[in-house]
């Protein structure tokens, strides 16, 4: 790994919390590192900026657990010692609902120091177990892959400061890096769809770099995050028999910020509220049977195949548990990066003609229901096994001239919607 210095716009603490980042990746979580506070909760949290490490966990199952990250590499009189941080991460935990958390520290630990920590659900992690755990990984070799590593983390703060001049970009940027980790699964799952909707809808020519680099960070971020929430909410239709299930969703994807239970308790007597009134003028039977029920909300329009698409993966749980961890890789790998994965990545992956097939799935509920962008499009249903080249005559995802003319959609920069 190149020094810390030379990492343009990363300080040393920045690049520790990438290698954290990047270790849990290769341990099989999905991560995110850097999920910032302060858009969500405002001033209240102005001590507490980000959370350093974000990770999830499946189970073949379906069933996944949280857990969270601390990084200090400082060691002067001022810096947190572990057992002050395990203490902070405790309270975290519970903000997230996150099963446990990790201190990773330049202090060395007393055995006594890290048993307490266990006490609390946190471990500590130096430095130097940090640099074993990279051996073990053979993170030498897998080094600034995918959604990791230092190019990711420059990237995304040329984006921050890209997308800033304009309001509608600049909120998806922080919806995604922030207030979208804080959100149950469904409305996660909605809201984040909403803004894949806006972004499909002007797609900028490649010949805009700036902008095109920014769509592709915010796209593969948000399809990424909706293949996360999809893989929990399939957990969660396991746990249930179907129709139950289908009723829960419908109703929490009709319900947004509020509990569906409240809206159908206000629904109610806003209903018994105009029943009164109607009766009042002597309104017809018929006015008001159709007035029951028109302050309900609805769900989304595409209900009915986002349930279809759940099903199909809670069927199939034990390869959709791993969907999350590699379709991030992919989508970062090809449509960020704009570059094949090697086969060493693919084997490390686990890709297979299934994980093909789940990604297709993914691809067809969206092509179906929004507008996809050609890269995007493409990089869901390019063949992830093989030599694509060369399969079924079909021709590079990286094909110059195809990438530099794909301007079939609108040229402008993508925005989210209000539902984001």
């Given at each position: 790994m190149p020094p810390a210095e030379t990492t343009r716009g990363l300080d040393p603490g920045i690049r520790t919390e990438v290698r954290v980042a990047q270790a849990w990746f290769w341990d099989g979580y999905y991560v995110r590192r850097g999920v910032d506070l302060q858009h969500r909760f405002g001033s209240e949290v102005s001590n507490v900026t980000d959370l350093d490490v974000l990770g999830y966990s499946f189970e073949p199952s379906l069933k996944h657990h949280k857990y969270i990250g601390e990084v200090k590499t400082g060691t002067s009189n001022n810096t947190p010692?572990?057992?002050?941080?395990?203490?902070?991460?405790?309270?975290?935990?519970?903000?997230?609902?996150?099963?446990?958390?990790?201190?990773?520290?330049?202090?060395?630990?007393?055995?006594?120091?890290?048993?307490?920590?266990?006490?609390?659900?946190?471990?500590?992690?130096?430095?130097?177990?940090?640099?074993?755990?990279?051996?073990?990984?053979?993170?030498e070799h897998f080094n600034d892959l995918g959604s990791q590593g230092d190019t990711i983390a420059s990237l995304r703060n040329e984006?921050?400061?890209?997308?800033?001049?304009?309001?509608?970009?600049?909120?998806?940027?922080?919806?995604?890096?922030?207030?979208?980790?804080?959100?149950?699964?469904?409305?996660?799952?909605?809201?984040?769809?909403?803004?894949?909707r806006e972004l499909g809808k002007v797609w900028p020519p490649e010949s805009h770099q700036k902008a095109t680099q920014a769509a592709r960070w915010l796209s593969a971020e948000a399809?990424?995050?909706?293949?996360?929430?999809?893989?929990?909410?399939?957990?969660?239709?396991?746990?249930?028999?179907?129709?139950?299930?289908?009723?829960?969703?419908?109703?929490?994807?009709?319900?947004?910020?509020?509990?569906?239970?409240?809206?159908?308790?206000?629904?109610?007597?806003?209903?018994?509220f105009v029943g009164k009134i109607l009766t009042s003028v002597n309104a017809p039977d018929d006015i008001r049977a159709s007035a029951i029920g028109a302050f309900l909300p609805v769900p989304p329009d595409y209900t009915e195949p986002l349930l279809e698409l759940v099903s199909r993966l809670a069927t199939e749980?034990?390869?959709?548990?791993?969907?999350?961890?590699?379709?991030?890789?992919?989508?970062?790998?090809?449509?960020?990066?704009?570059?094949?994965?090697?086969?060493d990545l693919k084997r490390r992956l686990g890709l297979t003609e299934n994980t093909e097939r789940l990604a297709r799935l993914v691809a067809a509920f969206l092509r179906g229901q929004f507008t996809l962008p050609g890269p995007v499009d493409k990089v869901l249903t390019t063949p992830l096994t093989g030599d694509m080249d060369h399969r079924n005559g079909q021709t590079s995802l990286f094909d110059a001239h195809q990438e530099a003319g794909d301007t079939s959609h609108a040229p402008g920069r993508g925005a989210p919607s209000q539902e984001a």
């Open positions: 010692r572990p057992l002050d941080r395990a203490l902070w991460i405790s309270g975290l935990r519970q903000l997230v609902d996150a099963e446990s958390g990790e201190v990773t520290t330049a202090f060395k630990t007393s055995a006594a120091v890290r048993d307490a920590c266990k006490h609390l659900g946190v471990t500590v992690q130096h430095l130097d177990d940090l640099a074993a755990r990279e051996v073990r990984l053979q993170i984006v921050q400061v890209f997308v800033k001049p304009d309001p509608i970009l600049d909120r998806a940027y922080w919806f995604l890096r922030s207030e979208v980790w804080f959100l149950e699964p469904f409305d996660a799952l909605k809201r984040t769809l909403g803004l894949v399809v990424s995050i909706v293949t996360l929430n999809l893989a929990v909410i399939a957990g969660e239709a396991n746990t249930m028999d179907a129709q139950t299930f289908r009723n829960t969703a419908t109703a929490r994807l009709a319900s947004g910020d509020l509990p569906w239970h409240a809206i159908r308790n206000l629904s109610d007597r806003l209903d018994e749980a034990a390869l959709t548990a791993r969907l999350p961890w590699q379709l991030d890789a992919v989508l970062f790998e090809r449509l960020v990066r704009r570059r094949e994965l090697s086969s």
